[in-house]
């Protein structure tokens, strides 16, 4: 078992952490805003075995000319597919065009409901009336029915029909 960590030794010369070549004395020009780091990763195990160093190359694709310069015993990890940067532009692509087409959606059922609200509006020039019946008024009837009043308000005329509560529907039933 092993126990890993990670440091990350920042390039700016400011904080006095820098890794280089013992004893060269110029490792690389610092600019005033360099706040990049290497980070490298580090492993022991109780019985004192070393992992090799490996310096990490978050986002980019691992190859080994990237290793130019370090001492043979480190080692570098980095993704072995592609650039990062490449698929997260990818994903953000996909993920606004399917926003996109939910809007879209949206914006197309709502446009529906108002059309099918303006037709439903249009539509209701009968008004229902629904009057329960008891079992004494119709005794011969097994299931419980209510009677459907249907008003025409163009001309008034009045139409008396029942209507099943189980089906909802406004007619007689065949074995009626």
């Known amino acids: 078992m092993y126990n890993v960590d990670e440091s990350g030794f920042s390039l700016a010369v400011k904080t006095g952490h820098v890794l280089g070549v013992r004893g060269a004395k110029s490792v690389y020009s610092v600019s005033a805003s360099d706040k990049s780091q290497i980070t490298v990763l580090a492993g022991m195990s109780a019985a004192a075995h070393f992992l090799r160093l490996m310096i990490v190359f ?33 994903e953000k692509e996909e993920a606004k065009k399917i926003r996109e087409k939910e809007k879209l959606r949206k914006k197309k059922e709502k446009e529906e409901n108002k059309a099918a609200a303006a037709k439903m509006k249009k539509g209701k020039s ?7 019946l008891s079992s004494d008024e119709d005794s011969d009837s097994d299931i419980n029915t209510s009677k459907l009043v249907q008003e025409d308000k163009s001309d008034g005329f009045e139409e008396e029909f029942e209507m099943c509560p189980a089906c909802n529907r406004g007619y007689q039933h065949p074995y009626r």
């Open 58 to 90: 978050p986002g980019q694709r691992f190859t080994r000319n990237m290793l130019e310069g370090f001492d043979d015993a480190m080692d570098g990890i980095g993704i072995k597919t592609a650039d990062t940067t490449k698929e997260k532009r990818k």
């Open 126 to 132: 009968k008004k229902r009336k629904y009057d329960s």
